[in-house]
Structure formats: C-alpha cells, structure tokens
C-alpha cells in the first residue's frame, strides 16, 4: 500500500489518483514497500522512549501517524474516569450522556465515544439474557401452578 505524497492517506498499489484529495500519485513497484521520503527522520516519529511507533504510513510531528485523529492518542486521566462514573450514576442523564458520548463528534474523546458503545452493548446483551432468563422463570412458575392446581383440585374430592 502507498501513501499520498500530499495528504499522507494511504492509496491502493494500483491507483493513479489519491482517493483523498485527488493527487497523482506514482505507486511504488515493490508493493508494501513504502518510499524513502516517508522514512523517518532522526528524532522524528518517536516517541519519549526512543522506540519508532509501529505505523507504515508518514508521521505528523510528534509522531502522530496521518489520518487517526488526535484524541485517538488520548490518555485518559483518573479523574476523568470518576467524573465520567459519577455522571453515569445519575439516573436518566446517564442515558442522555451515553447517548452523547456513543454518537461522537469532534469534541468527544475516542476512548469515551467507544466506552459509551461498549456499555450499550453490554446493556443490549444484558435485555436479551434478562428476557430469556424471565421467560424460563415464567415457564416453570406456570409448570407449577399447573402442578399445584392438579393437586388442589384431587384433594378436593
């Protein structure tokens, strides 16, 4: 796969145009091979430790790699976290702010946009495990109900 000399995107081996932004671009012949432009420079790319990150593509400076938003990065403190827990123990904004956060935009973290996703799906697993428990219970509730009047109906007589 190459990489867009103008916007960095990654293009198809066999593509003349940058699906991007609409740049000629001339794909390298070896494949995955990427070209001696996008290598890094010395310093450039890594991060505090000194290790190159493990990206193919070209680098913003601090070693961003092009197209993953910043906030893709983002470490969450904390105390984001016991905000984030005490807004979700509020009963109806919970879901107001889940809804907030799962829907995304530019101003929303991605660590809280998929945290929010994530918990909609545990509560969409949670529904249908709570239904197919519930309608077990209710079967052997009805069972027995059934037993018992059979009972009650012999001692009767």
């Not at 103008?6 to 699906?19: F, L, M």
Request: aromatic share 12%; hydrophobic share 45%.
């Amino acid at each position: 796969m190459a990489f867009c000399g103008k916007c960095g995107s990654h293009v198809d081996n066999y593509a003349n145009v940058c699906p991007s932004c609409g740049q000629t671009v001339n794909a390298p012949a070896q494949g995955n091979q990427p070209s001696a432009q996008y290598a890094p420079q010395s310093g450039y790319g890594q991060p505090q430790g000194g290790r190159p990150l493990q990206h193919g593509g070209p680098l913003r400076h601090g070693g961003q790699p092009v197209g993953y938003p910043a906030s893709a990065t983002e470490v969450p403190r904390i105390s984001d976290y016991i905000i984030m827990w005490l807004v979700l123990a509020i009963p109806l904004v919970n879901l107001m702010f889940l809804i907030i956060w799962a829907i995304g935009g530019s101003s929303t973290p991605l660590w809280k946009t998929n945290y929010a996703r994530a918990y909609f799906v545990l509560i969409a697993i949670g529904f249908v495990v709570g239904i197919v428990i519930g309608a077990l219970f209710f079967a052997a509730l009805a069972s027995c109900i059934s037993d018992w009047a059979d009972i009650l109906v012999d001692i009767s007589y």
